[in-house]
């Protein structure tokens, strides 16, 4: 099982960025999907979160400009990131607990990271 995400990207203050992450393997079920990221010096953080339930969770400072969603038919987990601003950038990183032929109650699971650069 891996993440792989995508959609990363310089854009300018105001912008907007979509990332991607697909989840491959021998998958069973996925339970939480969400995103974190991590500035330079700084810790990794959530960003949002999906359960499988649809029901989501956003950190404060992203609150009506990041929409987190999700398809479960492509065990998808998407981004959508509006009115970007210098402080968004970082790496970010997809995670999700999934439940595999492996690992039956779940394991939890982190994708590559994916650079968002928001600059002037």
């Known amino acids: 099982v891996q993440l792989q995400a995508s959609g990363g990207g310089l854009v300018q203050p105001g912008g907007s960025l979509r990332l991607s992450c697909a989840a491959s393997?021998?998958?069973?079920?996925?339970?939480?999907m969400g995103w974190f990221r991590q500035a330079p010096g700084k810790q990794r953080e959530l960003v949002a979160d999906v359960a499988s339930g649809s029901t989501t969770n956003y950190a404060e400072s992203v609150k009506g400009r990041f929409t987190i969603s999700r398809d479960n038919a492509k065990n998808t987990v998407y981004l959508q990131l509006n009115s970007l601003k210098p402080e968004d950038t970082a790496v970010y990183y997809c995670?999700?607990?999934?439940?595999?032929?492996?690992?039956?109650?779940?394991?939890?699971?982190w994708g590559q990271g994916t650079q968002v650069t928001v600059s002037s």
């Open positions: 995670n999700a607990v999934i439940m595999s032929y492996r690992f039956p109650l779940g394991k939890e699971y």
């Open positions: 393997g021998s998958i069973l079920s996925i339970k939480d």
